[in-house]
Nanobody
Framework: QVQLVESGGGLVQPGGSLRLSCAASGGIFSINAMGWYRQAPGKERELVADIASIGSPNYADSVKGRFTITRDNVKNTVYLQMDSLKPEDTAVYYC????????????????WGQGTQVTVSS
């Protein structure tokens, strides 16, 4: 039942900005960590940033100072503000959430968004 829906990707010139959003819905008891991964062609999927329910964001070294992760616990939404974008940031970005559910029994699992393409090019 849990779904994560992403939006905000697109084509941008180097030095530009994009803001990604990811909203979770369906059968949610609570959400712990939320975050973003990305995967470029021919590369492994890598963690970009994550954030706990009360804050404490973490970032990959490659995006520190340029990207900002935030979350809205009321809307069950996580955001990724991307500034000073570089061609190396080109990838499919996937959001994830550690979601606690209750359907007769308690469970905690990772859920993933569908992915959104970010392309940084002149």
């Amino acid at each position: 039942q849990v779904q994560l829906v992403e939006s905000g990707g697109g084509l941008v010139q180097p030095g530009g900005s994009l803001r990604l959003s990811c909203a979770a819905s369906g059968g949610i008891f609570s959400i712990n960590a939320m975050g973003w991964y990305r995967q470029a062609p021919g590369k492994e999927r890598e963690l970009v940033a994550d954030i706990a329910s009360i804050g404490s964001p973490n970032y990959a070294d490659s995006v520190k100072g340029r990207f900002t992760i935030t979350r809205d616990n009321v809307k069950n939404t996580v955001y990724l503000q991307m500034d000073s974008l570089k061609p190396e940031d080109t990838a499919v970005y996937y959001c994830y959430a550690v979601v606690e559910t209750w359907s007769g029994t308690y469970d905690s699992s990772d859920y993933w968004g569908q992915g959104t393409q970010v392309t940084v090019s002149s």
